[in-house]
Nanobody
Framework: QVQLEESGGGLVQAGGSLRLTCTASGNIFPPNVMGWYRQAPGNERELVANAFTGGVKKYADSVQGRFTITRENGLNTVFLQMSSLRPEDTAVYYC???????????WGKGTLVTVSS
């Protein structure tokens, strides 16, 4: 089992910044991928950004150039630095851990990010 603890959501004005943090604990083994998804009301959950243990990172087109994902493998922690936030970034952000060996997915409880115009 893997547990994910998220922090860092909140309310920010358009153009502002926030940083999300997610720490995984439990049965953590490489190779794996950790990242962030988000879900706005009425929308499906979508990938925001993820980072593989090998160093590859992937971003949604809508956040490219504005968001940066970093991970510290020794701490099993992933950060999402969000800048130039827009009202359309408003959503619940979920941390995800996926084992690339078993393909098991684990999810955090979610943290709300609200961007006011």
């Amino acid at each position: 089992q893997v547990q994910l603890e998220e922090s860092g959501g909140g309310l920010v004005q358009a153009g502002g910044s926030l940083r999300l943090t997610c720490t995984a604990s439990g049965n953590i083994f490489p190779p794996n991928v950790m990242g962030w998804y988000r879900q706005a009301p009425g929308n499906e959950r979508e990938l925001v950004a993820n980072a593989f243990t090998g160093g590859v990172k992937k971003y949604a087109d809508s956040v490219q150039g504005r968001f940066t994902i970093t991970r510290e493998n020794g701490l099993n922690t992933v950060f999402l630095q969000m800048s130039s936030l827009r009202p359309e970034d408003t959503a619940v952000y979920y941390c995800n851990y996926r084992s690339l060996t078993t393909l098991s997915d684990y999810w955090g409880k979610g943290t709300l990010v609200t961007v006011s115009s």
